[in-house]
């Protein structure tokens, strides 16, 4: 499941707080996180009927997420929507491109604890994932391709899960890259539009590009998608938020 989490503008507040959005006994595990505790949490199926917490996971399964947030009063809407057919270039998060990128603090694979900084000489490609999230996990190959291929660009992915479930996910899927678990007091700042994102970081530690939901398919097609989108951005003509 990818999610994409949608800026919400005041035409969107009465969906928000509309009385025909029913509140879910219990919130799916993707509401801790993306910080909505304490939120009044409605869902919304495609057509943006109101559902129980029980049909959203039930129909969640290969699609992507939508998260309508009104912070001042404190309600979300999180509405199913169609698998992406394609990856979306999104506009900056709390970081913009140009602007220094934070170091991430969380746990190494090994137990470690540690706080990482992408200005290690080279490219750093930061992968944000979760092990619940389809999409990101049907990237891992791709990523572990990339890792494997391209010695200019550093593969690394960021999580806000326990290290016992992305040790879990290692062994299983076979992540061949670092990974940097328990960083949910890093992830929450950066404002993240969506799992999986990808955010490429220069060597001098600023970022050069961004992108958010839909998955790597996995075939050919996709990975040359993907190493064009990181020749552009290096080479400075990929789309700037």
């Known amino acids: 499941m990818s999610l994409r989490c949608l800026v919400l503008i005041p035409s969107l507040l009465a969906a928000v707080t509309s009385p025909a959005a029913r509140a879910a006994p219990e919130p799916v595990p993707i509401v801790q996180g993306f910080g909505l505790q304490g939120y009044r949490v ?4 495609e057509a943006g009927r109101s559902i129980s917490a029980a049909q959203f996971n039930q129909q969640a399964e290969g699609k992507s997420l939508s998260v309508f947030k009104d912070e001042a009063r404190k309600t979300a809407v999180l509405r199913l929507s169609a698998r992406p ?5 999104t506009p900056a998060l709390a970081v913009r491109v140009g602007d220094a990128m934070p170091g991430l603090s969380g746990t190494l694979i090994d137990g470690k604890p ?6 290690s000489g080279r490219y750093t490609l930061l992968a944000f994932f979760f092990a619940r999230c389809a999409p990101c996990v049907a990237e891992i190959p791709e990523l572990n391709h990339l ?13 806000f899960d326990p290290l016992p479930t992305t040790r879990m996910l290692a062994a299983k899927h076979g992540i061949r890259y670092t990974t940097l678990s328990d960083a949910k007091a890093s992830i929450d700042p950066l404002r993240l539009q969506g799992y999986p994102t990808l955010l ?5 530690g600023t970022l050069a590009a961004v992108k958010s939901g839909g998955a790597l398919a996995g075939d050919a097609a996709s990975r040359a998608a993907l190493n064009d989108w990181l020749t552009r951005a290096i080479d400075g003509t990929a789309r700037k938020s």
């Open 200 to 204: 490429l970081v220069k060597p001098d």
């Open 85 to 89: 057919g394609a990856w979306k270039e």
């Open 114 to 119: 540690t706080t990482l900084t992408a200005n």
């Open 42 to 45: 409605t869902y919304e199926d």
């Open 147 to 159: 890792q494997a291929t391209r010695p200019d660009v550093q593969v690394v992915g960021v999580t």
